[in-house]
Nanobody, 123 residues
Framework: QVQLVESGGGLVQAGGSLRLSCAASGRTFSSYSIGWLRQAPGKEREPVAAISWSGSSTYYADSVKGRFTISRDNAKNTVYLQMNSLKPEDTAVYYC????????????????WGQGTQVTVSS
């Protein structure tokens, strides 16, 4: 069992930065691949980034490449999403999720989900 809690969301102006954190409980956290996904009002949830259990593999959606960076600290049971050069279209609720295998994360087949944190980017 893995429980996930996101934090770090808020209101920021376009061009600004935020760092989201996904804190996990559970002894097996370090064996899970972690993804960040987002859902804007009226839109379907979409993947943003993902990181394998060791951190050696990462994935980014084209819309965030070069602006967002995903990282993890297994000693702290935490995954981060550094978001730079934010745009109004990045406004969404951001969720972190855990998948038992990297290939499942790439297929968006997640086993556990957090409650989400709101990110609002003003123009």
């Amino acid at each position: 069992q893995v429980q996930l809690v996101e934090s770090g969301g808020g209101l920021v102006q376009a061009g600004g930065s935020l760092r989201l954190s996904c804190a996990a409980s559970g002894r097996t956290f370090s064996s899970y691949s972690i993804g960040w996904l987002r859902q804007a009002p009226g839109k379907e949830r979409e993947p943003v980034a993902a990181i394998s259990w060791s951190g050696s593999s990462t994935y980014y959606a084209d819309s965030v490449k070069g602006r967002f960076t995903i990282s993890r600290d297994n000693a702290k049971n935490t995954v981060y999403l550094q978001m730079n050069s934010l745009k109004p279209e990045d406004t969404a609720v951001y969720y972190c999720a855990a998948a038992s295998l990297w290939r499942r994360a790439l297929l968006y087949e997640y086993d556990y989900w957090g409650q989400g944190t709101q990110v609002t980017v003003s123009s």
